[in-house]
């Protein structure tokens, strides 16, 4: 956003090459932690589409164009959970057996999922104090 906010051909060049190559970079590390559910391009293509839409948004508000530039964020929105459900859709696929209803099962989990029972700590007896944790 700077480099395209400053008007320098060259910084925006060079910031654009940058957004490119740690969106392969991340892909390419991402995949080799799961090849076989983590296709390298798939993640590449999806990084640089969020590159390219985080730029186009950067040109309408540079240009005054406001009402664009809210139009693709709100593409870009919907292109961050598009972007999550792929290591999703990949984990699933690889623990099968431990992902159960969309849910990852705990080794206490239920036979239905995960355990989803709120662990509390216990409430003080009326009338008994509570040591401080600082200022609240």
């Not at 798939?42 to 240009?63: K, P, Y």
């Amino acid at each position: 956003m700077v480099a395209d906010f400053s008007g320098n051909a060259k910084a925006r060049s060079d910031a654009l090459a940058a957004g490119d190559k740690n969106a392969t970079d991340i892909a390419a590390f991402l995949s080799s932690a799961n090849p076989m559910n983590w296709p390298e391009q798939t993640l590449a293509t999806v990084l640089m589409t969020h590159v390219a839409q985080h730029i186009a948004q950067t040109d309408d508000i540079n240009s005054g164009n406001y009402v664009a530039g809210a139009r693709v964020w709100e593409a870009e929105v919907s292109h961050i959970t598009m972007i999550a459900d792929v290591p999703a859709q990949g984990l699933t696929k690889q623990f099968p057996k431990d992902l159960t209803r969309g849910r990852l099962r705990h080794p206490r989990a239920s036979p239905g999922g995960v355990d989803a029972t709120p662990r509390r700590r216990p409430r003080p007896a009326p009338g008994a104090t509570r040591r401080s944790r600082g200022p609240s």
